[in-house]
């Protein structure tokens, strides 16, 4: 009997099916909740590349925050400084123009202008102080010894003219010649007498034709018309040959002396008009005579020769004049107003009006400046074309956070600045110091250019910036905070000079990355705290605020340092800008050991430190140019000077060095070197001076010492 094992129980169908159906509507539901931040997560790890979104997908939305601009990003959330939520704004508007409303446009009061062609004229002025022209003064000279009789000349001032009696002249001499000359009746004999008299001083031998003696007394008369400026004969004096005894000056045509400027002597040319305004304040026609040579090296000036003309006796010796030169520096230029321009250091840039309240940035390259304000354009302008001439250091804000919003968002598209050379470093992007600093700097060229308007609109907006910085310095803050709300010169100069001493203060103790490489000047002559103090992102042409360009102190600095950049954590950084930096414990001791030699007078252990210095490779080009310096001196006293200008180099430039950073910088101040001596030191125990050495008497002389990095 075979057993048969009974079939398996069937489920039924339906419960699976419908357990399918549950499943696949709960995951399209999940899917629909979950799809937004499934999006944002994978935007936040792997972000898509913005331009090519655009091209792929059309416009790509971002997300700014409203309270700190800069902050940007393709993919929503919150802005890390004030935690507010990013709102989206569109790529498209941040494009090479700026668009502004009329009512801003109205309430900024943005003025336009045209670009014109037009003479480049420039008035030279200057002070002048009068004398008489050398090449019309005459001397009587006594060429015999006599004595003066019926002296006609009573006291310096005098006026003669031409043929004037002006004294008598009684001598044995000449009266002994005379009598020769009447005695003969030989015509050659006579010539020769007369050239003898003529010698004597008698000079018109006529008068003895027609008589049969001598003259007792030979009448002397003026040769010119003029004025007495020297008499050293008295009546009955007796005179030796060779005396002056008056000088007579004529001052029909007198001489300006006016001291001018090297810069200014450039477009000057001997023959031009000049206008002279006496003190009375008339105007008398000059013309440039000469203009000597030789340059003043204290006062680094010339003297130009102004003749001007004098029938009427109006001007004296000694007399003060003013000096207008009028100058045409070129017949036809493009020209715009200077307060049009907007300086950043290294561009300079206008904007144009395109109307309808658009206004696009267009770099431009300045030629020279006139007397009415206005600069040449050289390139980046035509003739006609329309440009803001107020109000545009607004525009050119917004216009620079567009461009740095722009680069971040576009970074391969040409923004509306000039592209930059294949040899010029990339632009940093914006920070939030970076619009204050460009204020402070639009505020610096107002002030040079003697802008008061424009110098008290950028003080605005740098009030208005400084606001939107978190960690503004306290400092900082109560400066700004007292800006005057006048426009007069002197009163903005004073508080854009406190403003430069708290920046210099705050930048040394806390350096930025927006300030790195800029340059602190100090002019020593100002009306300001600390007689001037200024920042400059470029070093290399100083332009003094204080001042002006028109000035003759415009660039006047007594001291100019570099802004550090702060310091990287350790273990990050670029590597090549370590090498940079770094000199290394090798160039420290071969320093050390030189210093020391120089301290002890050890010839012999003079060059072999040299010798490693010198061996030392990667150091900065003032480094080389002082190391080389060093090798080529020819005894100890050319060594020690090289060694100062070898300080000098490395105390500027390795303030940051970790191999100097416990260092100590002494400052000698008699020493025969740079700066009256500087030099450094591994320790601050004892004062070491090698300008002196250890058997002087100055061998621990220093007047000042600070650690290495720290302002002296």
Known sequence: MSLSTPPYPRTPATPWVVSLIVLTVGCWLLGLWSAPLVSSTWQRLFPQDPAAASDADGPTVWYQSQMHPWVIQPFPGTCPICGMDLTPVDPARFGAEVTVSPITVQNIGVRSQTVVRDQVQRQLRSVGMVEYDPGRVQSIVIRSGAWVENMSVRALGDRVRTGDHLFDLSSQELYAAQVEYVSTSNEKMRQSMRRRLAYLGMFDSSILDDRDEPLSAVPLTAPLDGVVIARNAEEGQRLAAGTTALRIADDSVMWLRVTLFEHQVQELRDGMTVQVQTRSGEDIAGRIAFIEPMLDPNTRTLVARIEVDNHDHRLRAGDYAQVQIPLILEDQALLVPRSAVVSSGRHDRVFIDLGRGRFAPREVQLGLEDDRGRVVIREGLEEGERIVVSGQYLIDAESRMIEAIARQIFPDRKTASAEPSPSSPEEPSAGPWDPFLESYTQLLAALYADDAESAQEAAEYLVQRSQEIDDLPTSVQEVVAEWPPSQELPALRRQAGALGVALRDTLSQDPRRETAGWTVFYCGM??????????????????????????????????????????????????????????????????????????????????????????????????????????D????????????????????????????????????????????????????????????????????????????GDQR
């Open 526 to 631: 100002a009306d300001a705290p600390e007689d001037g103090v200024w920042l400059q992102e470029d070093a290399d042409e100083a332009r003094n605020p204080f001042y002006g360009a028109r000035h003759g102190m415009r660039a006047c600095h007594v001291r100019a340092d570099v802004l550090s950049a702060p310091e990287e954590a350790d273990g990050q950084g670029d590597d090549a800008a370590n090498e940079d930096t770094g000199l290394g414990a090798t160039f420290a001791q071969h320093y050390a050991d030189l210093a020391m030699a120089l301290y002890a007078e050890d010839i012999e252990a003079i060059g072999p430190a040299m010798s490693g210095l010198s061996e030392t490779t990667e150091v900065h080009e003032q480094l080389s140019a002082a190391i080389q310096d060093l090798v």
């Open 633 to 708: 001196a020819e005894d100890l006293a050319q060594q020690r000077r090289a060694f100062g200008t070898l300080s000098i180099a490395l105390r500027d430039h390795a303030a940051y060095d970790p191999s100097f950073a416990d260092w100590t910088v002494f400052y000698c101040g008699m020493a025969d070197a740079p700066e009256e001596g500087v030099w450094l030191q591994d320790d601050a125990d004892e004062a070491r001076n090698p300008f002196y050495g250890a058997r002087h008497g100055m061998r621990a002389c220093h007047v000042d010492a600070h650690m290495m």
